[in-house]
């Protein structure tokens, strides 16, 4: 919707990038139908109201940043001025450089630019962050909110979950082609029940994850992370079996919880 910001969620091969390209014209359905503005998605008039950064682009690597923009601004028939790209993406200082000679994280950005080019209604971003570093996360993050609020519509597809929750007023979680889960990032987390514990421990995972009331658990270097039902007897379970552990806390679901357990759930069911 228009001044949202949509994340699409999945494991690898979900589907995720599949939709995105029916959903911008890329690829056609098998079977049911994809609309964008209420048109099938490779209407021109539909396309040149989007914007799209995708994983991979073909960008010739031989023409500057600036007969980028420039090049592709005329595909638009009222194209933001190159300067407001330049300071939506951050490209200050790269105008002139061959886009081949760019690290991977500045050609993120550029591709970046390139879908804002055409001053669109909704903008398709497909992991956009992958590769950069926190600083310039935090940069693209802040235009993609500013997007929202200026009435735009944003889809975007990530591998981080705090970039979801940070970000989106709406999630859709993508398991194998279907959605399993729909909503706010609370209503989301909400679908979870219990809490969250982590610790210093020299506990496996695989141990601990047999325990009652345990339903997810796993290893961050030496922190052992469970999602459990009812914290006090599965901390006592905890204290009983690794006496020297340290750290311990006890908070609420988070969403990287939520999405580990209705895939698990999914999977169970299939």
Known sequence: RAGALLAVLGPNGAGKTTALGMLIGLTTPSSGTARLFGRDPRDLGARQRMGVMLQSSGVPDTLRVRELLTAFRGYYPAPLPVASVVEAAGLHGLEDRLFGTLSGGQQRRVLFGIALCGDPQ?????????????????????????LARAGRGVVLTTHYLEEADALADRIVLLHEGRVIAEGTPSQIKSLVPGRRITAESS????????????????????????????????????LHRDQSVTGVTVTEPTLEDAFLTLTDRTKEAA
Request: proline share 5%; charged share 30%; net charge negative.
């Open 122 to 146: 909704l903008v398709f971003v497909d992991e956009p962050t992958t590769g950069l570093d926190a600083e310039v996360r935090r940069t693209l993050w802040a235009t993609l909110r500013r």
């Open 203 to 238: 506990i496996e995972a695989g141990q601990a994850s047999g325990w009652a009331g345990v339903h997810h658990a796993q290893r961050d270097g030496t922190r052992l992370e469970l999602l459990v039902s009812e914290p006090e007897p599965v901390l006592r379970e905890l």
